[in-house]
């Protein structure tokens, strides 16, 4: 192979892709310490192997947005990062992995009027560890799928160390893992060879036996991703917890309790009839007795009953009603935010807001102006809505009958028939340029996202 130089190369830091912001690679630096063992009868000195070691330094630019240098950098971590540095970005190329701490951040301003940050990061635990890259550079998936494998040529009896760097996420969760074939056709898992699934920005270093063979020729590696997706109900949500939702990245564990009453004088008091658990000061309160922002305030220790912040409309069924307490956990992976803008009401439900995505089951013939739908489907659809379906390009929503579940748009549809199909409604709301589809950035009257 000819000599090369190092464009293209890239330098992924802590589930970050920095290489942008990156002018200089001073040190990619690993090996062994040595201690110098020189008898008193040499002439020369001895030294044997020592503490494994390595480190990167490099030098960045000045960048404060939000994904730049100076975010990911200054913050100065005591827990430790993930660096890997790409030789290239082809599937196969070299790179070089080391699990680090960061010892500085050093700005400096140049005569020039530059700035530039300095900034070493020093191995912790397992040394600077040389590879070969199993994806080309950034891989973008969408749905399960393998990667191409690359061949190794010859089995090998030296184990594995591995590195997962994840810039983001979609949905739930991705699955990577490792997997090996004799003939690149047929492939197997390597045992030990999985990431945890990861719900977000992080990274992973798995390692497995350097006694661990591979007993087929033409090892070729391969990498599985799996999505899956949770889409939460915001029917009772206020503007208030849509933010929470949003800014702090919810995940909800329901715990259902199935004999709940309530004494019909003390109705902010309930009893679950059974030992509680899993039950946190806080949990939203999903019943149809109880006001929709209705939450656990105190727990009876070592009794079955909790105070909530809202008396009840009515009184619990005799022999017990039940009742979902909904608990959220965030996340800190994310790397966005929301707010209720000046001026709206925090309290305000979703169900009193404007739609912008709404889905029904829709029956027309050709030529039709009209779509009928079944009914409660037409309650959120509202004139001016866009129609997304092939039937019906560029078509307007003109009025909508909730009697009769008509919905009535212009110009007619270009299909002879269109039975039980589903026929999307929406705003524009900015998502048509993102591919996305009409609606599915949400707008609640004239609030609409933004970046803060």
Same mark, same amino acid.
């Given at each position: 192979?000819?000599?090369?130089?190092?464009?293209?190369?890239?330098?992924?830091?802590?589930?970050?892709?920095?290489?942008?912001?990156?002018?200089?690679?001073?040190?990619?630096?690993?090996?062994?310490?040595?201690?110098?063992?020189?008898?008193?009868?040499?002439?020369?000195?001895?030294?044997?192997?020592?503490?494994?070691?390595?480190?990167?330094?490099?030098?960045?630019?000045?960048?404060?947005?939000?994904?730049?240098?100076?975010?990911?950098?200054?913050?100065?971590?005591?827990?430790?990062?993930?660096?890997?540095?790409?030789?290239?970005?082809?599937?196969?190329?070299?790179?070089?992995?080391?699990?680090?701490?960061?010892?500085?951040?050093?700005?400096?301003?140049?005569?020039?009027?530059?700035?530039?940050?300095?900034?070493?990061?020093?191995?912790?635990?397992?040394?600077?560890?040389?590879?070969?890259?199993?994806?080309?550079?950034?891989?973008?998936?969408?749905?399960?799928?393998?990667?191409?494998?690359?061949?190794?040529?010859?089995?090998?009896?030296?184990?594995?160390?591995?590195?997962?760097?994840?810039?983001?996420?979609?949905?739930?969760? &991705?699955? &990577?893992?490792?997997?090996?074939?004799?003939?690149?056709?047929?492939?197997a898992d390597v045992s030990g060879a999985a990431f945890t699934a990861a719900t977000g920005v992080t990274t992973e270093r798995i390692a497995i036996s350097n006694a661990a063979t591979a007993t087929n020729t033409g090892v070729t590696f391969t990498i599985s991703t799996t999505y899956t997706d949770t889409i939460i109900p915001l029917s009772g949500e206020t503007l208030r917890s849509i933010v929470d939702y949003i800014t702090s990245d919810v995940s909800i564990t329901n715990t259902i309790y199935t004999g709940c009453t309530n004494p019909s004088i003390l109705r902010q008091i309930i009893d679950v009839g059974a030992a509680i658990a899993g039950l946190y000061v806080g949990d939203r309160v999903v019943s149809g007795a109880y006001p929709a922002d209705t939450v656990i305030t105190s727990i009876t220790t070592g009794g079955n009953k909790i105070t909530v912040s809202h008396p009840s409309t009515r009184a619990l069924a005799g022999g017990g009603e039940?009742?979902?307490?909904?608990?959220?956990?965030?996340?800190?992976?994310?790397?966005?935010?929301?707010?209720?803008?000046?001026?709206?009401?925090?309290?305000?439900?979703?169900?009193?807001?404007?739609?912008?995505?709404?889905?029904?089951?829709?029956?027309?013939?050709?030529?039709?102006?009209?779509?009928?739908?079944?009914?409660?489907?037409?309650?959120?659809?509202?004139?001016?809505?866009?129609?997304?379906?092939?039937?019906?390009?560029?078509?307007? &929503?003109?009025?909508?009958?909730?009697?009769?579940?008509?919905?009535?748009?212009?110009?007619?549809?270009?299909?002879?028939?269109?039975?039980?199909?589903?026929?999307?409604?929406?705003?524009?709301?900015?998502?048509?340029?993102?591919?996305?589809?009409?609606?599915?950035?949400?707008?609640?009257?004239?609030?609409?996202?933004?970046?803060?």
């Amino acid at each position: 192979m000819a000599k090369q130089s190092g464009l293209g190369d890239r330098l992924f830091i802590g589930g970050i892709d920095l290489s942008g912001d990156i002018g200089s690679i001073e040190r990619v630096a690993g090996g062994h310490a040595v201690i110098d063992v020189t008898g008193l009868d040499k002439s020369a000195h001895e030294r044997i192997g020592g503490m494994r070691d390595g480190g990167i330094d490099y030098t960045a630019y000045w960048n404060p947005g939000l994904t730049g240098a100076h975010a990911a950098l200054s913050p100065l971590p005591y827990s430790d990062v993930m660096l890997s540095y790409c030789r290239g970005t082809a599937l196969g190329d070299p790179g070089a992995c080391c699990i680090a701490k960061q010892i500085n951040y050093d700005p400096k301003r140049g005569a020039d009027g530059s700035i530039t940050l300095q900034v070493s990061a020093q191995s912790n635990a397992y040394g600077l560890e040389w590879g070969r890259q199993l994806t080309a550079g950034v891989r973008t998936d969408t749905a399960a799928t393998n990667g191409t494998g690359i061949d190794t040529t010859a089995s090998a009896a030296f184990g594995l160390q591995a590195y997962l760097q994840v810039f983001g996420v979609t949905g739930t969760s &991705v699955t &990577v893992k490792i997997q090996d074939s004799a003939d690149n056709s047929t492939f197997a898992d390597v045992s030990g060879a999985a990431f945890t699934a990861a719900t977000g920005v992080t990274t992973e270093r798995i390692a497995i036996s350097n006694a661990a063979t591979a007993t087929n020729t033409g090892v070729t590696f391969t990498i599985s991703t799996t999505y899956t997706d949770t889409i939460i109900p915001l029917s009772g949500e206020t503007l208030r917890s849509i933010v929470d939702y949003i800014t702090s990245d919810v995940s909800i564990t329901n715990t259902i309790y199935t004999g709940c009453t309530n004494p019909s004088i003390l109705r902010q008091i309930i009893d679950v009839g059974a030992a509680i658990a899993g039950l946190y000061v806080g949990d939203r309160v999903v019943s149809g007795a109880y006001p929709a922002d209705t939450v656990i305030t105190s727990i009876t220790t070592g009794g079955n009953k909790i105070t909530v912040s809202h008396p009840s409309t009515r009184a619990l069924a005799g022999g017990g009603e039940q009742i979902t307490f909904q608990h959220r956990v965030g996340s800190t992976n994310i790397r966005y935010g929301a707010q209720v803008v000046f001026g709206a009401d925090a309290d305000e439900t979703a169900d009193s807001l404007l739609r912008t995505r709404v889905t029904v089951t829709g029956t027309f013939g050709a030529s039709d102006t009209t779509i009928t739908c079944l009914a409660g489907e037409d309650t959120y659809v509202t004139p001016g809505m866009l129609v997304n379906h092939s039937s019906f390009p560029s078509n307007v &929503v003109t009025a909508v009958d909730t009697t009769t579940h008509t919905i009535t748009v212009s110009p007619g549809s270009n299909s002879a028939t269109g039975s039980g199909g589903d026929v999307d409604f929406g705003y524009d709301t900015g998502d048509t340029t993102l591919g996305k589809g009409i609606g599915f950035v949400r707008m609640f009257g004239n609030a609409f996202p933004a970046i803060v």
